[in-house]
């Protein structure tokens, strides 16, 4: 078996295979770009990070700028300009009860902060609890505890012994809602610490979408019991399901949610975990031992608060709601077309995700049928990754209707030659 003479060790790839990987040498709008003149749609938004585009003006510019006066500076007892700025515009277009800021650069970093947050909570204000729910099938990232809150399976398992359990409530699939919210009800009786879920959407759980009244229901049981409700919308936050944040549709305020991905605009690594006054207040004190000990080098990097400060001025100075309108119109048009398709079932979207299962003898996450969908995407021109058997789309809301038919027409054509 031969080895890739490249020393770099991809994320979620199996170098055994021999899969080529193009080497990208420049990016813009929604399209990737090589040194020798091939392109690719970014039809999943680089990992579902990339909103307005990449390479959007607005945002380098900003990033240049930013370089040219402070580049990294100690966060713990420091501030700067980039991260006040950024934090109180956060306040403005967030619910009034989430009234703090905690920096960090990553998905699972802002998740794993949202554990220690409301674990910490319950510590300093004397109760036992640390049980943690989570929902059936959900991901939330691949450090030691957004593993232990997320789906066990085959990505997971060499690390088992260092999980900690979590209670798992059942996912709410069309028709037995009731359960769902039924077993939440049962399980927040033992009094746990928090209940951690992806609103409205599960991403690498399989693009599996369940309705707004359920996500306002879960809140209400939660806060009936007094149990801590985190929302993760590291990636359903900034648009994709249709609105800013997918809690918005249900009217529901999280005790502490996690942003990240979109929150730069997908240009630089950044992420918050917000939270309401109380989970602040419980380490509030003039007693150190308090402290909330957390923290990374490159906490609020200043870089990154800079380009995130300028993906605020874009929400607030361009269309960009118009766009995800119109992107949300023309993928729902183009599923509606490819859902009549003998080999495609369960399909689905919100707001700008649009997803569909390929019927196929070998389903779930270690189908062989995506690598091979993936090879026909790139051979296309077009960068898709499927989860298993289940196709989705969800390219940045720059995405032209030219560009659009042509991914949907590479998963057409896939349906009829794989």
Known sequence: MSKNPSPVWHPFTQHGLGEPIPLISHASGARLHDAAGNSWIDAISSWWITTHGHAH????????????????????????EPAETLAAALMRITPDPLTRVFFSDSGSTSV??????????????GE???????LEHSYHGDTIGTMSVGERGVYNRAWQPLLFDVDTIPFPHEGVEQATLDALDAACT??????????????????????????????????????????DEVMTGW????????????????????????????????????????????HYSHDRSKTFYHSSS??????????????????????????????????????????????????RRIGTIAALDVTTPDSGYLS???????????ER??????????????????????????????????????
Request: charged residues 15%; neutral net charge.
């Open 298 to 347: 490159y906490t609020a990097n200043p870089i990154a608060c800079a380009a995130a400060n300028a993906n605020l001025e874009i929400w607030r100075d361009e269309p960009v709601q118009q766009r995800i309108d119109a992107l949300a119109g023309a993928q729902a048009a183009h599923l509606a077309l490819l859902s009549r398709h003998p080999r495609v079932a369960n399909p």
């Open 112 to 125: 794993e902060v949202a554990l220690k947050m409301a674990l910490g909570y319950w510590f300093n204000i």
């Open 381 to 418: 021109g077009v960068l898709l990754r499927p989860l298993g058997n289940s196709v989705y789309v969800m390219p940045p809301y720059c995405t032209d209707a030219t560009e659009l038919a042509q991914v949907w027409g590479a998963i057409a054509d896939s349906l009829d030659t794989i």
């Open 368 to 378: 062989n049928l995506a690598p091979r969908l993936a090879a026909f995407y790139r």
């Open 190 to 231: 033992e009094k746990p610490a928090a209940f951690i879920v992806e609103p409205l959407i599960l991403g690498a759980g399989g693009m599996l979408v369940y309705p707004a009244w359920v996500l306002a229901e879960m809140r209400s049981i939660c806060a009936r019991h007094g149990v801590l409700f985190i929302a």
């Open 57 to 80: 003006p607005r945002i380098m510019a900003a990033i240049r700028a930013q370089t040219e006066k402070l580049d990294q500076i100690i966060f713990a007892g420091w501030t700067h």
């Open 239 to 282: 648009g994709r399901t249709g609105t800013r944040f997918a809690c918005d549709q249900a009217g529901i305020i999280p005790d502490i949610m996690c942003l990240s991905k979109g929150l730069t605009g997908g240009a630089i690594p950044l992420a918050v975990t917000l939270c309401i006054e109380p989970v602040f207040d419980a």
């Open 128 to 134: 036992a609890r640390s049980r943690i729910l989570v």
